[in-house]
Nanobody
Framework: VQLQASGGGLVQAGGSLRLACSVS????????IGWFRQVPGKEREGVAC????????QYVDSVKGRFTFSRDPDKNTAYLQMNSLQPEDTAVYYC???????????????????WGQGTQVTVSS
């Protein structure tokens, strides 16, 4: 399974970006997907996740109402729409996949066995 994250960039506060996580070598819908972010010197933080088939989406409190997780099975791609971006959202964003079934998706990085390479999101004030 290979994941490739894209869509990062530089945006002003209040702006929007849409990140994409393209999955190859596996069927997106058979995997739980997580979006994470990391800033230098801090642990990787879970931002959003979904169970298989996009069910049971969860968001960390700091992004609720601003970020939206979606999937396009036909393109085997997951998306993270990020609106009302703030400087504190600046980080490298990663997507990750876990093959399996659970009652709830996880914000723990250790749960996911497959990772994309990360895409930089920079929000200027």
């Amino acid at each position: 399974v290979q994941l490739q994250a894209s869509g990062g960039g530089l945006v002003q506060a209040g702006g929007s970006l849409r990140l994409a996580c393209s999955v190859s070598g596996a069927t997106l819908d058979y995997h739980e997907i997580g979006w994470f972010r990391q800033v230098p010197g801090k642990e990787r933080e879970g931002v959003a996740c979904t169970k298989r088939y996009g069910e049971g989406t969860q968001y960390v409190d700091s992004v609720k109402g601003r970020f939206t997780f979606s999937r396009d099975p036909d393109k085997n791609t997951a998306y993270l729409q990020m609106n009302s971006l703030q400087p504190e959202d600046t980080a490298v964003y990663y997507c990750a996949a876990h093959w399996g079934v659970s009652n709830t998706c996880s914000f723990s990085p250790q749960y996911y066995g497959f990772w994309g390479q990360g895409t930089q999101v920079t929000v200027s004030s």
